[in-house]
């Protein structure tokens, strides 16, 4: 009988990630390309459908078998339905029934979760949360996603279409705009937007000094990273956007543990590699906002699987269609 | 056989509240004395333990027989040990193994939990709780207390001595200061301390006009109650007080939602009385930090068990122990 394996893919606003996986949960190929995003469903269908074509020829080369798919994406997904309720990042998918689409023209299983569930079922799956029971997961890249593990499981709520949603949790109602609409949003502190905001409006306040940062800010090439590197080089503005991600993460996270009386996080995303810059101000600010809290025994962990975790996340979905 | 019957106790920081309740949640005695916390923990346990005896005599004259007691008490409890490791209204009870005690003197099983907890696990009985999957408990008093039912049951987390503390979330880090220590908590904003200092400071600031709140603020006999009629009177700095409860009651509420996927709040306690006055307020807060939610199927609901609420779960919890 031919090898079983799954496609993971992990679909945000600019790429499509995907991997074949065996039910090991190890990696066998990656592709990588463009989410075909602005130019309309059936175009992102598409693309879609050639990644898992090509991944499926290749399980075929190895002797192999794709027996299902499993889709990571940004939004409110209706999973049992196949469809990507509202996508902020990919609004040319907003009510489209991409699973089910995807399942019609494959004839094999499809499943679509969230990309942060995803995330959280990767790293519990292999990663940060494996034997932790009740954790909460936090992805912070373009925007900031979440997830909630409780007994074990990824905690679905009431099926409502949102759930975990730890970056549109308010931590400071005077705080910055949020690309939602309301202020002082988590995101609006601690996504790759906060920090890009964060220094265009110290560039407007005329407090960006010359240097690194406002030449890639004049030059229009900053990115999180690069913020993330100047900090490092002791750029002061970038240092105090960092503080200021550390402390909204840090109240919004005690904030869930007295209210979830649990004491695991998991943060990752590509703005997690921020880390070095963030953590010591999270840690502070989780000490000046500890009431009922044991600060002893709280553990804040960093994804194991960084950018693999959504991917491997959609994996294990897929591996748990088959199995 | 003697009618099985059990004890629910409620011990708040100035009563103590008793009842004997039968197997189905029928009331069918009642008894209310002083806490007696000031004077230490002897002579509190002491006044539990003649309660107690006294509804164990009435429980025999009406022919029937206690069977165990729950209690319900304010703080941090470990239930497992029926100690009370850390309560803000009780101190003379810090560290006392109250349940335990009473236990070896009684010689029948005694349960204890968070009053708060009781609260959720009465209303989930035979309150407002009835049918309820997920939701979240707020109990309005002196402070703010708050429980959470997941799947039908009370969560209890990681068994850390803390679970569904919605009083102490920060909703705004620049708020006022809350008996914690912290600023801006949700308890500094919706508990009848809250509403209590709330008219100090406006006397202090020279905004609280002649009329029955000044009357009452200068003779020292301000009560939560008296703030909701003057309120419902018309007075300005009483109507901007409930408006500011109901504000912060709607953010916390909202970003739990957000986080746990979920729909339903039961709001409790004898500040909940003052719900005329702080619902619309709420509900607006609601709508102005939906992001994510639908507000159209969110449901917070008032407490039907009102002062009950704890005593009656306390009692559960007894019924729970014998069957």
Known sequence: MANMMVIGVDIGGTHMRSALVDSEGQIILRRRTFSENSSGASRATERLIQECRALMD???RLGGRVAAVGLGVAGKI???NGRVMFSPHLPALNGHPLASELRDRL????????DANAFGIGESWMGAGLGLDNWIGVTLGT?????????GRLWQGDQLGFVGEVGHMIVHPDGPRCACGQNGCLEAHASASALLEGVESAASRGILAAGPLFDFWRARKLTAERVFHCANQGNAVAQALFQRMGWALGLALANLFRVLGIRHAIIGGG?????DQFIIPLEKSMSQYSCMLDIGVIDVRRSVLGDDAALLGSARLAVNVVN
């Open 58 to 60: 290749d399980a075929a």
């Open 78 to 80: 209706d999973s049992e």
């Open 107 to 114: 004839e094999i299983p499809v499943v679509m979760e969230n």
């Open 143 to 151: 925007g900031v996603g979440g997830c909630l593990f409780l007994g």
């Open 271 to 275: 703005v997690s590699s921020g880390w």
